[in-house]
Each structure stands twice: as structure tokens, then as C-alpha cells.
């Protein structure tokens, strides 16, 4: 008779077996989805209370759980009951239904009910061995008889094999399949609950064919259970923790139909039951159906599982459980507030303003009021980030108090924020956007560090930007407010992005399309053109730099300003520059050039290319494919990123520069090119940027700075290239102050490489360029109030130079301005030189002094106690004094202060950060009337100028 099993008779010879099965591939197995520890309680209390062994194997029989119950049975070997269980498993992957197999040769029985998770066998339970029958025991009995067994092991083998009649049997094996795949779908669903539900699958697989076992063992679980007929609602089985959640005693729930006592509290949990949903249309159970639920009483969320199941009486009941998810929902949203909100001042942040805006598209207009406060750096530099975080919350607070329905303030980034408006358009967000506006005009009142309430002012770029434009995308929004407040802060006024910001940057857009596209096209419109540069000595040409150049399809000629600076935002510059680099290499070698004895290839890389690992084997490759001499070339890291030179970078220079290529810095005195990258990067050549030249036929001060450019490169044995000259003028300054090439418009526009091959003989033609005089300097207008018009010296020149080679080359700071002072000190008259940090309003540190060490240049007495009040270095910038030729000459009531200290005469100069004055660099003399000469004066003034480039003060 069919009871739902696969009945099998099984020889006498078990050992004979079909060989076992390689297990399937699968994405999950029973170790991943259950946790094992708790099948194992399960099958324990199952074998305790059925009095049946039980174990847990794979899909190909192997054993997962430790055998619960009598499972030594001396009749059947090891082997032998391994290979029973991979024949059990095997039928059940095949048949999808539990297998029992009856040992011919034993009379005892053993059950497979298999385990899967949708199409896929996961393993099974095996129980047994056990007696279904009165025949079987017959046999069994025999085969004990017939066995070697002592008399004493026979009996206790007979005690302990249990004897299930067919009924129990049944009502194990249907709860166990059917508790145990409500388990499975529970477990899936949330992974983080397999221990609660393997809780769950322990109580219902301990039912037995009596309510009363089934009732001892759901009130052992911590998850709520109940059973109620299927049709008529009546309680069948409850445990105590379902009547907890419920908050009735179980006593007054039993037999009564469950819409009656669930209708007694209007905040039951049975308002939307599944009940129709639990059966298919052939009344067949479904699989458990899964819902959380919110008591508002007990603040307490649940995970209630639905499932149709057959009673212990044959009727169809409906099994609910509960587990209680309080901890979990509570976890979800504290991670929803780290997540969603800012943890300073507490607001929603950006991904919070990007999820709203997604809800709100398609409905009213919602403007954002966006606003940067730009000085914030600024603040919390001179009060601390803690001023800083008051003043961004007093900001904060007054906003919020305006007081408009609806609204809400996110906070973007550290600095940036936007105030959400709904329901007053336009034209009230741009009102309310003026008045924000309008506020920052005043200072705010925040507490300092010190408890003390101080007033800041902190500027403001702001702009106004509907929020559902249908923008879904958090970076399009973010991108939007990020263009408005860049403009905003350019135009100094608030700004509604509208119609043209936006066709702006569609522009912007599509001009980076077309340059991608171009790139990856074979780089489609590109070409090189190459502009000479001469020798400032002979007039000829001596080197050519490659300038890329860029026709887009599209836009047509595109400015190197513009399409540079797009291919680095687009990581294509790599791409590009390899490309002008080969181009360049092969004109050039192509042209002859290669084998001219001074010709020099110049050619840009980017800072971002430094930093790619590839570049040395890039270049090496280049240079060999061309067989172009490496020495020939020079790599001109251009100033259009914003990288810091890092180790790596620096021994990518390096390494370049052994193997004969020329590295120049390009831009020289702007941007990163300046004196703490100068003594750091492996270069030979310093290019100065065009803007220098810019009315320098009109300014003797810029005349004097580049000769100090230029007296700087060579005492560090560097060339100095010029870049922009246009004018016969501009080239004879250029020759007065000793550069030593030049580049620009009057000697060469870009040209193609067929223009320059028709030029080649610029390159051995000389030409007069101007008359040379290496003893002749630059004359410089008045500098300083009442020191002549005298003339400066060579000697003053080359000391500058000399000094700003120290500042440069000394690793330590402080060092360099010790040794400096040193340096200067001992080439001019001076018998003290010394530098003061200001610490204070009232209060000054020396950082460095030098003293002279002949009788006649003896430090005068009491000026070692200078460092101590020094009132006298406050009091110069209050009344305007800088230089001093003698202290009679000082007014009260300095005179008095300086006499006290035996100064007979001084020259102090202030050193500004700004307009801060950060310290004091100071020359004295033991003798009265000091006879300051004006040469002497500018050298001072040009130290004082070059300390804070290198020292922080």
C-alpha cells in the first residue's frame, strides 16, 4: 500500500550497493543555511523523545550531525550504513519524497525524509533503525539469534530498538517535512534568524501524535507559536510565549476561534490574514508566507510566518509563528541614522537629500537654498575646529528659526549646506535666499575654545536650485549644486540654476564626449606643432617644444587651457601624452634633429603622468623605437594638476635623469613650482611662466626678481628658460639679467613639423640678438623710504642669490635661515643678525642669531636680554618705523627702550604672513650713527622677503 513513502526491501548483503554519487553544484548547502549546532539539539530531543536514532547527511549521504539515539547496532557494520544512506539519499533526490528501506536479512526499518530548498536536495534526515511491524520483529529476533552476539548484549539490543506502529510513524515523518521547510523559507528569507528558527524547526519536529508533547515542546522555544483549524479558527495549540505576545493567559485562547479574541484588541496582529493565500488552487498548501508586524503596546516588532499544515487528526490546520525582531528593527534604523545623517550637528546629509529628491519627483516644485561657507578653513585655522563647528550650528539654528512649513536642512559636506523649501516657488526660495544672504553680512557670535564669545564674519556663495527637475541620480543633483555655489562664489550673489547653467554645462558634457571619443577614435583631430626656443648667446635655435593641439569634430579648435585640463578630470591625459611624446620623437628623428650636437626635444607631461608606474618603460620604449638619444630629450612637468610629488614620483625623476633625460620644471614661481618643491625635485631646468614678462619693461622691481630667478638656477647649476617673449625690449631685459634661452612669439609661432622642416636652417644660423653684459644689473627703483638713490653692487646681488641657494638646498628650515644669516653676516659690516618669531602681542622667541667673532664686532652688552620684553618690535609697525640709523633719531618712548639694552644702532625689519606681522629679522652695530648704505638696506629687505617662503613663522 502507497503511504506517501518509497518502500524498499533491502538483501541480506547491504554491503552490495551502487557506488556512490558525486554531489551536484550547488550555491548553498545545509552547513550554509542551518545552523548545525542547533540541528543537532533537535535530533537529540528527538531520539530522546521518539526513542528513534536520528542523523543529519548531504545530499550523497554523507553524515553532517553526531548520531542521536541508539545508533550502534551490531547487526549492520559502518560501512554498511554508509552505504544505506547513500542509496536513501539517492532516492529521495530522484523520487522528492521520503524513502523507507526494510532490511530483508534484519526486519529493521530505516526512513530518508529528504531536506530541499526549491529544485535543489540539500540532504536528508535519517531515522531508524527501527521495528514497523510485528513480521519485521520476527526476523529481527532471528537475526539476533543467528548473530554472535553474548546474551547479555542480545537483551539489551532487543530493549533498546524501539517498535513505532504505522500512524505515529506517519505523523513524525509529515511534521518533519513539513516543519522542516518552513524552517528552510524562514532561514532564506533572513539569514540573520537561522538561529530562532532553528529554534522553531527543534519545537515542531518534537511533535509527537499527542498535543500534549507538542505543547511541552513549543513552550520551549523562544518563538511564538499557535494552530487553529484551517476552517473553522479554533485554537488548536498555542505555547505560552504567542499568549505573552498576545497579552491574554492561554487558558482564556484555547478553543475559542481565533477572530473572536484577535478582535478583542484593536491593535491585534490578525487584521490582514493570508489565510486565503495559504492553499493553491488545487487546495494544496502553498509555501509559508512571511509578514513583520508592529505592536504599538509593547513596542515590539515581529516576523510572523503563515503555513497550512495537516493535524495530528487529519484536518487541515493553520500554523502561525512569531519571532520577535525588536533588536534587529532597532539595529536597521541606527545604521539608517549613521548612514542618513551627519553626526555633528545632526542633520540629514547628502544621501538623505538624494533619497528625498526621488521622492519627490513628479510633484510640487521643491527648491533647495544651497549655501558654502567659504572662510571656514580660515576659522578654525585661527580659533580652531571647535569655533569652527560653533559657528556652523549658530548658522544652523538661525535658519532653522525661520520657520517655513515644510522645509528641512541638510547638510552636503563639511562646509556646504541646502535648505529644502516646499510650497513657496520660486520667487519666495530666492527671497528667503536673500535674506540668508544678506545676514552673513553681519558677524556671528560663537564660543571659543576659552569659554570666551568672540565675533567672526565667514563669507557665503549661494545659490537656488529646484530639487525635482527629474534628476534621480544623487550625483546629478550634487553636480548641480556643486556648479551653482562655484558660480555664485565667482559673481558674489545668489544664483537660480536655470535654463543656461544647465545648457552650459550640457556643453561642458558633450565637449567631454567628443574629446573621449576623439581620444579613443585613434586620436582623432590631434595633432603637434613645435615652437623653437633660441640661445640667448648665438640667436639660433637649439631646441623645439611639442604643443598638442585639438580640432574637435564638434566644437572645432579647442584651447590646450581647455581640453588639457578635461583630459586629466578624465583620466585621459595618460593616453594623450604618450601619443605627443612618440609623435613628437618620431618628427623629430625623422627631421635629423636627433643627430644635431645641442638640439634638445622639450616636451609637457603632466604631474598625473609622474605618477603613473608605467611611464619610465613608456619613454625607454619610445626612445628605442626611434633609436633617439635619451640626453635629447627634456620632460617639462607642466603646472595643470594639483598632485603632491610623492617618493615614488620623485624616483620616477630620478630615474628618468639617469638615463640621460633632462627633466625641467616648468611654470617656475607659480603654483607648485616654488622653493620647497625646488630642493626636492631631481630637475636641470627651470622655465619661467609667460606672465612674468607681462609690462616688465615698465617694472624694475619684477626686473629684479628675475635676475634673482635666474642668479638662483645657476649658482644651483640649472638652465633658466624664458617663456613669452614678444618684444625687442623684453628680449634685452632678458639678456641683461643672463638667461640662458628664450622662447616666444619673436622668434617662432607653433609651426607644423613640415613648417619646421622648411626652417632647419635656423638651427645653424646665429643672429644677433642684443648686446650681452654679465656685469651690468638691473636698476631698481626706490624700495624702502630715505635710502638714496645709490646704485647696488654686484657684491649685493650675488649675496641675494647666494642666500636664496641656502634657503634652498639646506633640508632643515631652520637650519637654512641659521645658515644664511651666518652668510650674510659675515660678507657685509653687520656685528649681530638675528631672528625673531612674534609669539604674542607683547612677547617674541629668537629662532637664530649670529654674532660676529672679532673684538670689534662684540655683541654690545644686555642685547642677549632683547628676546625677553622686546615691547620695542610691537611698537615699529604701530608707528611705522621699519629701518632705524640710530637710536637718537627714535622718538619716545622707544629711545628709552632700546638705550636700556646698549643698542647704539639697528635696522629691523618686520616679516608678514599676510597681514600678520609673524616676526622680526634684525642687524645691529656696537658703534653710534650707523651708516646704513641703501645696497645694504634692499639685501636685508630681500631676506626678509625670502624667510617666508621657506620658514614657517
Given at each position: 500500500m502507497d503511504r506517501g513513502f518509497v518502500q524498499k526491501k533491502t538483501g541480506a548483503d547491504p554491503s552490495k550497493t551502487e557506488r556512490p554519487v558525486k554531489a551536484m553544484a550547488q550555491d548553498i548547502s545545509l552547513k550554509k543555511l542551518l545552523n548545525l549546532a542547533d540541528i543537532q539539539q533537535l535530533q537529540d530531543s528527538f531520539a530522546k523523545i521518539t526513542g528513534i536514532s536520528a542523523s543529519v547527511v548531504d545530499s550523497v549521504g554523507n553524515v553532517l550531525t553526531r548520531l542521536s539515539g541508539y545508533g550502534a547496532n551490531p547487526l549492520i557494520s559502518g560501512k554498511d550504513r554508509q552505504n544505506l544512506y547513500r542509496k536513501l539519499c539517492q532516492e529521495n533526490r530522484v523520487a522528492k519524497k521520503p524513502t523507507l528501506t526494510t532490511s530483508s536479512h534484519t526486519g529493521l526499518s530505516t526512513c530518508a525524509v529528504p531536506i530541499f530548498l526549491d529544485n535543489s536536495h540539500l540532504g536528508s534526515w535519517v531515522i531508524g533503525p527501527m521495528i514497523l511491524d510485528s513480521a519485521n520483529r520476527e526476523i529481527f529476533l532471528q537475526a539476533v539469534r543467528d548473530s554472535d552476539l553474548s546474551d547479555e548484549d542480545a537483551s539489551r539490543l532487543i530493549e533498546r530498538l524501539p517498535t513505532v506502529i504505522w500512524k505515529e510513524f506517519e505523523l513524525i515523518v509529515e511534521f518533519l517535512q513539513g516543519l522542516t521547510g518552513a524552517v528552510i523559507q524562514m532561514a532564506r528569507s533572513n539569514s540573520d534568524l537561522k538561529r530562532s528558527y532553528s529554534e522553531l524547526l527543534e519545537l515542531n519536529e518534537k511533535l509527537d501524535s499527542t498535543s500534549q508533547m507538542m505543547t511541552t515542546l513549543a513552550n520551549s522555544a523562544d518563538v511564538g507559536l499557535y494552530v487553529v483549524d484551517f476552517f473553522t479558527g479554533e485554537l488548536l495549540q498555542a505555547n505560552e510565549q504567542f499568549a505573552r505576545y498576545a497579552g491574554k493567559p492561554l487558558q482564556q485562547l484555547i478553543g475559542k476561534p481565533c477572530w473572536k479574541w484577535m478582535a478583542e484588541d484593536a491593535d491585534g496582529f490578525c487584521f490582514d490574514c493570508p489565510h486565503n493565500r495559504l492553499l493553491d488552487s488545487r487546495g494544496q498548501p502553498r509555501h509559508p508566507l512571511i509578514s513583520e508586524k508592529y505592536l504599538t503596546k509593547t513596542d515590539t516588532w515581529l516576523r510572523i510566518a503563515h503555513q497550512a499544515v495537516g493535524w495530528v487528526d487529519g484536518r487541515l490546520a493553520h500554523m502561525v509563528t512569531m519571532l520577535d525582531i525588536t533588536s534587529n528593527k532597532k539595529l536597521q534604523h541606527q545604521l539608517s541614522q549613521y548612514a542618513f545623517y551627519d553626526r555633528g550637528l545632526r542633520l540629514p546629509n547628502d544621501l538623505r537629500l538624494a533619497h528625498d529628491a526621488a521622492e519627490w519627483q513628479g510633484k510640487e516644485p521643491v527648491y533647495l537654498i544651497c549655501y558654502d561657507v567659504i572662510s571656514l578653513r580660515n576659522i578654525n585655522d585661527i580659533y580652531g575646529r571647535d569655533t569652527g563647528d560653533s559657528l556652523l550650528a549658530s548658522i544652523c539654528e538661525w535658519i532653522e528659526t525661520m520657520s517655513v512649513p515644510g522645509s528641512c536642512l541638510y547638510r552636503i559636506s563639511g562646509d556646504q549646506f541646502a535648505f529644502a523649501v516646499h510650497g513657496v516657488g520660486l520667487e519666495g526660495a530666492f527671497e528667503l535666499a536673500g535674506v540668508i544672504f544678506n545676514r552673513f553680512e553681519s558677524p556671528w557670535s560663537v564660543t571659543a575654545p576659552s569659554g570666551q564669545k568672540v565675533s567672526v564674519h565667514c563669507g557665503i556663495s549661494m545659490g537656488v536650485v529646484c530639487a525635482n527637475l527629474g534628476l534621480t541620480e544623487e550625483r546629478d543633483l550634487l553636480s548641480i549644486i556643486q556648479r551653482t555655489l562655484s558660480r555664485s562664489l565667482v559673481e558674489d550673489k545668489v544664483l537660480v540654476y536655470g535654463e543656461d547653467m544647465d545648457n552650459e554645462y550640457k556643453e561642458q558634457l558633450r565637449l567631454e564626449v567628443s574629446l573621449e571619443n576623439c581620444v579613443k577614435n585613434g586620436m582623432e583631430g590631434f595633432s603637434v606643432h613645435y615652437q623653437p626656443i633660441v640661445d640667448s648667446a648665438t640667436g639660433a635655435w637649439c631646441s623645439l617644444e611639442a604643443l598638442c593641439r585639438w580640432e574637435s569634430p564638434e566644437f572645432g579648435f579647442v584651447s590646450p587651457l581647455v581640453f588639457i585640463h578635461k583630459a586629466e578630470q578624465l583620466g585621459l591625459i595618460i593616453d594623450i601624452g604618450n601619443w605627443v611624446l612618440e609623435t613628437a620623437v618620431r618628427a623629430c628623428s625623422g627631421l635629423g634633429l636627433s643627430s644635431h650636437r645641442d638640439f634638445i626635444l622639450n616636451v609637457n607631461i603632466s604631474p598625473l603622468q609622474i605618477a603613473d608606474d608605467l611611464l619610465e618603460d613608456t619613454v625607454t620604449r619610445i626612445l628605442k623605437k626611434y633609436d633617439y638619444p635619451a640626453e635629447k630629450l627634456s620632460l617639462e612637468i607642466t603646472e595643470t594638476a594639483e598632485v603632491s610629488f610623492t617618493g615614488q614620483a620623485v624616483g620616477t625623476i630620478g630615474r628618468l635623469r639617469k638615463a640621460g633625460v633632462k627633466m625641467a620644471l616648468d611654470d617656475f614661481g607659480t603654483g607648485y613650482?616654488?622653493?620647497?618643491?625646488?630642493?626636492?625635485?631631481?630637475?636641470?631646468?627651470?622655465?619661467?611662466?609667460?606672465?612674468?614678462?607681462?609690462?616688465?619693461?615698465?617694472?624694475?622691481?619684477?626686473?629684479?626678481?628675475?635676475?634673482?630667478?635666474?642668479?638662483?638656477?645657476?649658482?644651483?647649476?640649472?638652465?633658466?628658460?624664458?617663456?613669452?617673449?614678444?618684444?625687442?625690449?623684453?628680449?634685452?631685459?632678458?639678456?641683461?639679467?643672463?638667461?640662458?634661452?628664450?622662447?616666444?612669439?619673436?622668434?617662432?609661432?607653433?609651426?607644423?613639423?613640415?613648417?619646421?622642416?622648411?626652417?632647419?636652417?635656423n638651427f645653424t644660423r646665429t643672429a644677433i640678438t642684443a648686446e650681452r653684459s654679465g656685469a651690468e644689473r638691473p636698476e631698481l627703483e626706490q624700495l624702502l623710504l630715505h635710502i638714496g638713490e645709490e646704485e647696488l653692487s654686484p657684491h649685493a646681488y650675488r649675496l641675494v642669490g647666494e642666500a636664496a641657494c641656502i634657503l634652498m638646498k639646506e633640508p632643515d628650515p631652520l637650519e637654512a635661515v641659521s645658515r644664511m644669516l651666518a652668510h650674510i653676516g659675515s660678507h657685509t659690516r653687520m656685528s649681530n643678525v638675528w631672528l625673531y618669531r612674534r609669539e604674542g602681542l607683547m612677547q617674541t622667541k629668537r629662532l637664530a642669531l649670529w654674532s660676529a667673532k672679532d673684538e670689534?664686532?662684540?655683541?654690545p652688552p644686555g642685547l642677549e636680554e632683547l628676546k625677553s620684553p622686546y615691547a620695542w618690535l610691537n611698537r615699529f609697525g604701530e608707528h611705522g618705523i621699519l629701518v632705524l640709523t640710530d637710536c637718537e633719531s627714535v622718538p619716545e618712548p622707544l629711545r628709552g627702550d632700546l638705550t636700556e639694552q646698549g643698542v647704539r644702532a639697528t635696522c629691523v625689519f618686520q616679516i608678514r604672513d599676510g597681514e600678520r606681522v609673524a616676526g622680526y629679522l634684525g642687524f645691529d652695530d656696537c658703534i653710534y650713527y650707523r651708516d646704513w648704505s641703501a645696497e645694504e638696506l634692499v639685501l636685508l629687505y630681500n631676506i626678509s622677503r625670502m624667510i617666508p617662503s621657506r620658514l614657517s613663522l
Open positions: 613650482s616654488n622653493f620647497n618643491n625646488l630642493h626636492k625635485l631631481p630637475v636641470s631646468i627651470l622655465k619661467t611662466e609667460r606672465a612674468f614678462l607681462v609690462d616688465i619693461e615698465k617694472d624694475d622691481y619684477l626686473q629684479h626678481l628675475f635676475y634673482l630667478m635666474v642668479e638662483l638656477a645657476h649658482a644651483a647649476g640649472m638652465v633658466i628658460i624664458v617663456e613669452g617673449v614678444e618684444t625687442e625690449e623684453q628680449m634685452r631685459i632678458m639678456l641683461k639679467n643672463g638667461v640662458d634661452r628664450m622662447q616666444g612669439y619673436l622668434f617662432g609661432k607653433p609651426a607644423t613639423v613640415d613648417e619646421i622642416r622648411d626652417s632647419l636652417d670689534t664686532r662684540e655683541m
